[in-house]
């Protein structure tokens, strides 16, 4: 098989969205997913409005789909205070399931070659020229882009720094997430804080409802590795959670759950293998704003990527400068990130700063304007 001009690790957003942007270049692109579409994934589900004309030049008909504006934020505190807040420009809600689905439909239609159920053990570069070693067989290429989540097999076979230098309070994270009939407004995206977590609940199509909610290992382990005894003890100590979790109708007979969520940082390239998405860095799921991000650095790339392929610039130069314009783009949200999960949490904490936080709503804006971004 001759070697494609670029080889995607990981259907996810931003590697389908940046396998459309190329193929429609009239690039020869691949795309390696380890699930078969559709799929869920354990995510908040709000997607940022800045993302909006982009998802529309990768061909989707938004406006068709009646997805839900979300333009009202409501947090509270473990005691039950909360606070409201306007969202501007806000953002809309679609499960992970459907997006990604309808964007492979798109992928394929413009030419990508997806090879789902497809599993990357090892990527090694030899001259100019790539090799992609999967379960169905070896691939080359000119360019590699990993854009396989939050961790994966391949951060380890990179001997990636994140995985080796476990920071004390960043790692060892659980996501569990619902799907729910709920009875909230269809416009309000909720943040309720409970001891060592918080939860978002927001509106999807058809009528449903994502609950997803971050969480120490340890909250786990001190409840026996009992998810819905955990919820008992700890989650439901807020009065809206115990609500949530006690009357709202689950439509999974499981909750989705992921383990040793990682939020320290990044590098955007390993043996000149470019970084997409949550592998690139990972903002906090309380700033809801990953989905966003990791389409904004497709954008990049797709921009980026045509330049080394007809010999512009060389690969060197192709991963400065996409470094460059990935922390110059998403810095100050990473550290904003960071920073804002620092406050909540601890019940203590958290309660003084929903009652701080109310009387000032401009400081409020403030804290969401660092975590989110200009239309791209």
Same mark, same amino acid.
């Given at each position: 098989?001759?070697?494609?001009?670029?080889? @995607?690790?990981?259907?996810?957003?931003?590697?389908?969205?940046?396998?459309?942007?190329?193929?429609?270049?009239?690039?020869?692109?691949?795309?390696?997913?380890?699930?078969?579409?559709?799929?869920?994934?354990?995510?908040?589900?709000?997607?940022?409005?800045?993302?909006?004309?982009?998802?529309?030049?990768?061909?989707?008909?938004?406006?068709?789909?009646? *997805?839900?504006?979300?333009?009202?934020?409501?947090?509270?505190?473990?005691?039950?205070?909360?606070? #409201?807040?306007?969202?501007?420009?806000?953002?809309?809600?679609?499960?992970?399931?459907? @997006?990604?689905?309808?964007?492979?439909?798109?992928?394929?239609?413009?030419?990508?070659?997806?090879?789902?159920?497809?599993?990357?053990?090892?990527?090694?570069?030899?001259?100019?020229?790539?090799?992609?070693?999967?379960?169905?067989?070896?691939?080359?290429?000119?360019?590699?882009?990993?854009?396989?989540?939050?961790?994966?097999?391949?951060?380890?076979?990179?001997?990636?720094?994140?995985?080796?230098?476990?920071?004390?309070? *960043? #790692?060892?994270?659980?996501?569990?997430?619902?799907?729910?009939?709920?009875?909230?407004?269809?416009?309000?995206?909720?943040?309720?804080?409970?001891?060592?977590?918080?939860?978002?609940?927001?509106?999807?199509?058809?009528?449903?409802?994502?609950?997803?909610?971050?969480?120490?290992?340890?909250? *786990?382990?001190?409840?026996?590795?009992?998810?819905?005894?955990?919820?008992?003890?700890?989650?439901?100590?807020?009065?809206?959670?115990?609500?949530? *979790?006690?009357?709202?109708?689950?439509?999974?007979?499981?909750?989705?759950?992921?383990?040793?969520?990682?939020?320290?940082?990044?590098?955007? /390239?390993?043996?000149?293998?470019?970084?997409?998405?949550?592998?690139?860095?990972?903002?906090?799921?309380?700033?809801?704003?990953?989905?966003?991000?990791?389409?904004?650095?497709?954008?990049?790339?797709?921009?980026?990527?045509?330049?080394?392929?007809?010999?512009?610039?060389?690969?060197?130069?192709?991963?400065?400068?996409?470094?460059?314009?990935?922390?110059?783009?998403?810095?100050?949200?990473?550290?904003?990130?960071?920073?804002?999960?620092?406050?909540?949490?601890?019940?203590?904490?958290?309660?003084?700063?929903?009652?701080?936080?109310?009387?000032?709503?401009?400081?409020? /804006?403030?804290?969401?304007?660092? #975590?989110?971004?200009?239309?791209?």
């Amino acid at each position: 098989m001759q070697p494609f001009n670029c080889i @995607i690790i990981g259907g996810g957003l931003g590697g389908l969205t940046l396998s459309i942007q190329l193929a429609k270049q009239g690039f020869g692109v691949a795309l390696f997913e380890k699930e078969t579409y559709p799929f869920h994934k354990v995510c908040g589900e709000y997607i940022a409005m800045e993302s909006w004309n982009f998802l529309k030049s990768c061909g989707l008909n938004l406006d068709e789909l009646e *997805l839900p504006k979300i333009n009202q934020l409501k947090v509270s505190a473990p005691n039950g205070n909360f606070l #409201t807040h306007q969202l501007s420009p806000g953002g809309f809600g679609i499960s992970r399931y459907k @997006i990604d689905y309808l964007l492979l439909n798109e992928a394929k239609k413009c030419g990508v070659h997806v090879f789902e159920n497809c599993k990357v053990n090892d990527v090694i570069k030899q001259d100019s020229l790539f090799t992609v070693f999967t379960n169905n067989g070896n691939f080359s290429s000119n360019l590699v882009i990993g854009s396989y989540g939050k961790r994966s097999n391949l951060d380890i076979k990179f001997k990636r720094k994140f995985i080796q230098n476990k920071a004390k309070g *960043l #790692t060892n994270y659980i996501g569990v997430k619902y799907h729910l009939k709920a009875n909230i407004p269809a416009n309000n995206i909720e943040l309720h804080n409970f001891k060592d977590g918080y939860c978002g609940i927001s509106k999807i199509e058809d009528d449903k409802y994502c609950l997803c909610y971050l969480t120490t290992a340890q909250n *786990l382990k001190n409840n026996n590795g009992d998810i819905k005894e955990m919820e008992k003890n700890v989650l439901q100590k807020n009065p809206f959670l115990n609500d949530y *979790l006690n009357n709202f109708e689950s439509l999974y007979t499981e909750p989705l759950v992921i383990s040793q969520v990682n939020f320290s940082n990044k590098t955007q /390239n390993e043996n000149d293998v470019i970084m997409l998405g949550d592998a690139a860095g990972l903002i906090t799921p309380l700033c809801g704003n990953g989905m966003s991000m990791a389409m904004n650095a497709a954008k990049i790339l797709s921009e980026l990527i045509p330049q080394f392929l007809t010999n512009k610039i060389t690969l060197d130069k192709l991963i400065y400068l996409y470094t460059y314009k990935w922390k110059s783009t998403f810095g100050t949200r990473l550290w904003a990130g960071r920073k804002i999960q620092s406050l909540f949490g601890n019940e203590f904490t958290t309660n003084l700063l929903i009652s701080s936080l109310k009387p000032f709503p401009f400081l409020i /804006n403030n804290l969401v304007s660092l #975590t989110h971004g200009n239309s791209f």
